[in-house]
């Protein structure tokens, strides 16, 4: 069992501390999360996780620590995001990575194993940053996504998981 623990930098406190417990909470089920390493929703999900010494595969930009992207599967991921992303041209190098790096966060390491559902945070609850990609993969794979923003997708989350 896999889930997608990602989200904007600039998650509200609250949200953090729910985003904490339900890192905990998950990896307490047995659930392993996946998630990019960054500061705010990610390392929220990551620490909760860790305090309970859950699994994670956490996905860095530079594919040189943390789980690691299949070789063989980083330019389709690439390709992947440039496809959902709305302004891939003018991304540099680094974001491209990012982006990239989504695609594993929601799809697995060889982007063939992805997960049951995706949880995050967005400002307002729109589709965007970095975590819209990864919010776009997620529906073009008809995998459910929870976004904190919404109360009403917190019950949901609850509903399936607790």
């Avoid at 509200?12 to 417990?21: F, R």
């Avoid at 697995?108 to 729109?126: I, Q, R, Y």
Wanted: glycine share 8%; with cysteine; net charge neutral.
């Amino acid at each position: 069992m896999y889930y997608a623990g990602v989200g904007s930098r600039e998650t509200p406190q609250d949200v953090l501390e729910t985003m904490w417990k339900i890192g905990k909470y998950l990896a307490d089920k047995g659930y392993t999360l996946r998630s990019g390493g960054a500061r705010g929703a990610d390392a929220a999900f990551e620490n909760g996780c860790d305090s309970v010494m859950g699994s994670k595969e956490i996905f860095y930009a530079n594919n040189n620590k943390g789980t690691l992207m299949l070789a063989e599967a980083i330019p389709i991921a690439e390709q992947m995001a440039a496809s959902v992303h709305p302004a891939w041209d003018r991304c540099n190098t680094y974001v491209r990575k990012l982006q990239t790096r989504n695609m594993a966060q929601v799809l697995g390491a060889d982007l063939k194993h992805p997960v049951d559902f995706l949880v995050c945070w967005t400002k307002n609850g729109e589709k965007i940053g970095g975590t819209a990609t990864a919010i776009s993969v997620a529906e073009m794979n008809n995998i459910p996504v929870f976004n904190l923003y919404f109360e009403s997708d917190l019950q949901k989350l609850r509903e399936l998981v607790f």
